[in-house]
């Protein structure tokens, strides 16, 4: 099993991403597919999550600002990421698992810096 996260790079404050996770080994549509994120200095935290049914949950301080969406002919995840923030700023790793709370396959991360 394999994930490939990208999209990541340099934006100002206010600016948009879109991060891609491309899946390969599993179906993506059969599994919770989350996004995490670990500023330096900081524990990774829980950014949002897509479950196999489609719905989506999101972190308080993402909600209104980022969507996950999932592309099931692609076999691949987005996190869209709209209004950013310094705080955003992290490394952003995609995963896969049973549940929004158990992952078993990660991918390498993908690199977000929001500048001031």
């Known amino acids: 099993v394999q994930l490939q996260a990208s999209g990541g790079g340099l934006v100002q404050a206010g600016g948009s991403l879109r991060l891609s996770c491309a899946t390969s080994g599993r179906t993506v549509s059969r599994y919770a597919m989350g996004w995490l994120r670990q500023a330096p200095g900081k524990e990774r935290e829980f950014v949002g999550v897509i479950l196999s049914y489609g719905s989506t949950v999101y972190a308080d301080p993402v909600k209104g600002r980022f969507t996950i969406s999932r592309d099931n002919a692609k076999n691949t995840v987005y996190l869209q990421m709209n209004s950013l923030k310094p705080e955003d700023t992290a490394v952003y790793y995609c995963?896969?698992?049973?549940?929004?709370?158990?992952?078993?396959?990660w991918g390498q991360g993908t690199q977000v810096t929001v500048s001031s």
């Open positions: 995963a896969l698992g049973s549940s929004r709370y158990k992952y078993d396959y």
